[in-house]
């Protein structure tokens, strides 16, 4: 998880209307935070992917990496929603009006530890700043957490910024523990590339 329900700095709410083909009958089951504001956390649909698509650009806006978002409506069609979906998301929504507010959410998939068994990874997990502090960011990781379980995963992992003080403090209460003894490796694509084409062959000493 780059990011938190506690972290601060971002925009406006996601807004779609209420429509029997885009939410079917979701948005009246929505649990009660108080007489105007009700919420609903629930699996997203391939008609959510405008919605999905707009909270990631939100969140690399908050991580100051606007122009790393290049991910499009079309690959999250393919890859999430077809036979064998590679991630799953859980969107939360308010009700406001006759308008279904999309307000957060959890983006996650499925690993595998060659020690414990199936793993699930949460990649993502984000809340608006004007709907923080409702229970909205702990509800989308309860879920996930729900989901793990039911799927008999051995490990719930994430990844926090280090600068992320708030979300720090808050994984650290509810059980979790910082892998401090891993460091954790990437290669982009460019990366990728070059490794196969040979480039960094000559550094390879084991």
């Known amino acids: 998880i780059r990011d938190f329900c506690l972290s601060r700095g971002l925009g406006d709410v996601y807004k779609r209307q209420v429509s029997t083909q885009s939410t079917g ?6 649990s009660q935070l108080g007489e105007s504001n009700k919420y609903q956390i629930r ?6 992917i405008p919605t999905i698509i707009d909270l990631i650009h939100r969140l690399a806006e908050y991580e100051k990496q606007p122009e ?16 064998k979906p590679l991630f799953h ?6 009700l406001s009006a006759d308008k279904c507010l999309s307000v957060g959410f ?18 993502d997990l984000f809340v608006l700043p004007e709907h923080r502090g409702k229970g ?3 509800g989308l990781l309860g879920k996930c957490a729900e989901e793990a379980k039911r799927l008999n995963c051995k490990r719930f992992e994430w990844a926090v910024l280090d600068w992320n003080t708030p979300a720090i403090k808050f994984y650290q209460s509810i059980g979790s ?30």
């Open 43 to 48: 699996k997203a649909e391939p008609a959510d």
């Open 25 to 30: 009958s979701h948005c009246p089951r929505m």
């Open 106 to 123: 959890a983006f996650y998939f499925l690993t595998y530890s060659t020690w414990k068994g199936r793993v699930m990874y949460l990649e």
């Open 89 to 94: 998301v859980y969107l939360a929504e308010i």
């Open 177 to 206: 523990k910082p892998l401090n003894e891993w460091i954790k490796y990437r290669m982009d694509e460019q990366a990728i590339n070059a490794f196969l084409e040979g480039k960094y062959l000559s550094l390879i000493h084991i």
């Open 136 to 138: 909205i960011g702990v």
């Open 68 to 83: 790393e978002v290049v991910i499009t409506n079309q690959q999250l069609l393919e890859d999430g929603f077809g036979e």
